[in-house]
């Protein structure tokens, strides 16, 4: 079984920073690539920031300059660091996994999400 744990979200004021944090665990073999995205209400769940087993990264135009993404793989964790956030930014943000575990071996990729943690950003 592997889970996806999310952590660092709440309230935060315009031009205010965050940090969310995604650790995985559970019998992993590798983990692939790791995302982030994020639903607003009303709208579709958007893919905003990836890191792959090599370190590159992207980002979408909306928050590229403004959120950065890394990875520490001896944790099997992601963090996406938030700066000069907007009320736009205020959604539930979603951590994702493509991974191999033990069970299924290390030609069958899968994918699994995070429960998601509220980023609200307000006066």
């Known amino acids: 079984q592997v889970r996806l744990v999310e952590s660092g979200g709440g309230l935060v004021q315009p031009g205010g920073s965050l940090r969310l944090s995604c650790a995985a665990s559970?019998?992993?073999?590798?983990?692939?690539?790791m995302g982030w995205y994020r639903q607003a209400p009303g709208k579709q769940r958007e893919l905003f920031a990836t890191?792959?087993?090599?370190?590159?990264?992207t980002f979408a135009d909306s928050v590229k300059g403004r959120f950065t993404i890394s990875r520490d793989n001896g944790k099997n964790t992601v963090y996406l660091q938030m700066n000069s956030l907007k009320p736009e930014d205020t959604a539930v943000y979603y951590c994702?996994?493509?991974?191999?575990?033990?069970?299924?071996?290390?030609?069958?990729?899968?994918?699994?999400w995070g429960q998601g943690t509220q980023v609200t950003v307000s006066s």
């Open positions: 994702n996994a493509h991974l191999t575990t033990l069970t299924t071996g290390w030609g069958s990729v899968q994918r699994y």
């Open positions: 559970g019998s992993i073999l590798s983990i692939n690539a």
């Open positions: 890191i792959i087993s090599g370190g590159n990264t």
